[in-house]
């Protein structure tokens, strides 16, 4: 063998007869290290790196997928939350039938006193069906069949009852504040506190005042009607029951809702940045301001989903008023019959003060009054 530079001349011999030779091959090797082996694993180890473009274009196809994922998986969970509130709204009108099983009529609004000296406790229809969605623990806490909603909003220890959240109550779409918004909150214009002796109720003024007390907040209002009226003032007491289906003092038999019960609307939602509601009572039974009727009751006067507008101590809260929803498209509503209904936000509406453009009232105001004599077939 002889080895000449870089090659190596090996000779090949007969295996008969080892002394001759028939050729020789030249064999390649490594420069000046062919026996070195980590030499041979560094060459072996080499990577080759990602080269800019490369990079940028794994990026732009993960951004891409990312863009078509997320939509789709936003659309999902919504359709869960709106399954979510359906089912919580079908909760709420089974625990208005079943309260109206037990005293033969559907709750009021809220218990308003038309003599300005009475107290008429003033707590809302949410709170009187609490035993109907198991929640019998917190109205026995309460005892509004003894006490106003004065009087426990007065107590160091009870008010504290007033701020429970109910999860029934909370659409999961909202993003809500877990206490009312301030629009909503127990304070009213300047005037007496509680004070002196004799009974409580006696001692109170005609609204909650000097509190600026937060209650807890509900996405679920009761169906006052088509009927409002924008101007502030105090309503009478017929404008005060208004025309749905619960009303200050009203007490409505399912039978007597002549239109239906099945396309008669029971509750339906509010939004938050529609200052939402509270399951609680109102402070101003006799008043339509934002801490009157509009406090637990929507009304079908305004446009579904209307925005609201500046609502401190006026009655035209457009939005503030009426019904809303965060799911894309419509609202969330309890009929009658205890069925729940998607109601698309473009759904016809005309109110009673557009009679004159069309002669009728538009679907959606036709399903929130309950006795307007008006057949509903396309709903």
Partial sequence: MVTLHDRTIVPIVWASHPSQTIGTIALQSFPNDWDNRSTMRNHLNIRRAFTLVELVVVIAIIAVLIGLLLPATQAARESARRVQCQNQVKQIVLGLQTYHDAVRFLPPAYPGAFDPTVDGKRWGWATFILPFIEQQALYEKLEPSRDSLFQVAYDPVKRLLLQNSVSTYLCASDPSDLLADNNRDYSGPPGSSPAGSGPASARLATHINHIGYRPATS????????????????????????NGVMGCSTRVRIADIFDGSSVTFAIGERTYRNHASTWTGVEAWDSCTSQGVSMVAGTAYYKLNAPASSYPYTCDGVGASGFSSSHPGGANFGMCDGSVRFVSASIESLNSDELGKSGKLGLYQRLAAANDHLLITDF
């Fill in 219 to 242: 996405n679920y209002v009761c169906n006052f009607g088509s009927f409002w009226r924008p101007n502030y003032g105090l309503w009478s007491a017929t404008e005060l029951r208004g």
